[in-house]
């Protein structure tokens, strides 16, 4: 049964035409049409005939054996790889029951392949990032650090009018050292492994607060879905960019902060009602999440009119049913 199914397009194109072609012959043989050296007039009227039922016996027979192949191009159109898991009906093919086997394997196949360059790409991402906060707490850390030494010991023998001017170079540079540390401390994913999402966007918020005296308006709704690793970081460094533009360069008086879900779709919202007018083409933090949100097949909106504060959106697909 399966190998009858299965047998191949062209074989069945040519059975079909094979079969019209002998039943248009029989009828020649078995009927008494015959076609005079000088063609009559009704000769020609009958072979008219015998000719269109031939091609309509063969438009129908092909058209079976053809339609799926339309179904399937236009199903193929409505396939996206950013929301994996959709595949043919199989059993629906028909004698097209091949080539969507086929089709799905491919499916099957590239969604593998991007989830593994999207894995690739995102951890080579995070590495690096590791790498960056490694060398600024190590190189950059440990000479402010002998900087601040050598000025205490400097100021210690100095008249009291240079040990001022010390004191407040000092000043600078610890400064500056309590911001290293801090640079590096954000490139590092390391909270999101210890807390959670949800914890982690929180405590984003909370230093938001701390640095700037925004409050931040917390609303993650429940029913949240377990995200796949690579989902809750691309979360997680949207939300911190956008948060630390809002602090860089919204001036404003409050921000949100949701997570939600409807559907298949998972939503993060910042949104402040600062400045507004941000530009995407501007800096390399926007792009960076918008180049984020597509590596794991999401969409980042960013609505920024000049005087009506900046809300960017992040979308996910989730697949799994809300909890
Ligand atoms: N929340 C915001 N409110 C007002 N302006 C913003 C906001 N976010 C970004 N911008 C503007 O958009 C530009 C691009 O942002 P971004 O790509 O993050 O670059 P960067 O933060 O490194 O300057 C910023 O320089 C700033 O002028
Ligand atoms: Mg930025």
């Known amino acids: 049964m399966r190998r009858e199914l299965s047998l191949p397009l062209f074989w069945r194109v040519c059975l079909i035409n094979g079969a019209v072609f002998v039943l248009g012959t029989l009828a020649l043989v078995l009927t008494p049409a015959t076609v005079s050296a000088r063609t009559l007039w009704s000769e020609v009227l009958v072979l008219s005939l015998g000719l269109a039922v031939i091609v309509a016996l063969n438009a129908v027979l092909l058209r079976s054996v053809l339609r799926p192949l339309d179904r399937l191009t236009a199903v193929m159109g409505t396939i996206d790889l950013r929301r994996p898991g959709r595949r043919l009906d199989e059993d629906g093919a028909g004698p097209a029951r091949p080539l969507v086997a ?25 590495a690096e990032r590791q790498r960056i906060a490694q060398e600024l707490h190590d190189e950059v850390g440990q000479s402010l650090t002998a900087v601040l030494l050598g000025l205490k010991h400097a100021a210690d023998g100095a008249s009291p009018d240079v040990a001022a001017e010390l004191e407040q170079v000092r000043d600078t540079t610890r400064t500056s050292l309590e911001e290293v540390r801090r640079i590096s401390q954000r490139l590092r994913p390391g909270v999101l492994a210890d807390l959670g999402l949800l914890n982690s966007l929180s405590s984003l918020a909370s230093d938001l607060t701390a640095r700037t005296g925004i409050p931040v308006t917390r609303g993650f709704l429940p029913g949240l879905p377990a995200l796949s690793r690579e989902a809750e970081l691309v979360t997680y460094r949207v939300a911190q960019e956008a948060l630390t533009n809002v602090a860089r360069h919204a001036h404003a008086h409050a921000v949100e902060l949701g997570l939600t879900r409807r559907g298949d779709t998972l939503t993060l919202r910042v949104a402040d009602d600062g400045v507004g007018g941000a530009d995407a083409t501007a800096g390399a933090g926007i792009q960076g999440m918008q180049e984020r949100a597509r590596m794991v097949g999401g969409r980042l909106e960013l609505r920024s009119r000049r005087g009506a504060g900046t809300e960017v959106i992040l979308e996910l697909p989730v697949a799994e049913p809300p909890s």
């Open 102 to 126: 086929g089709f799905n394997a491919m499916l099957e196949r590239l969604e593998a392949e991007r989830t593994a360059s999207t894995t690739r790409a995102l951890h080579a991402q995070e």
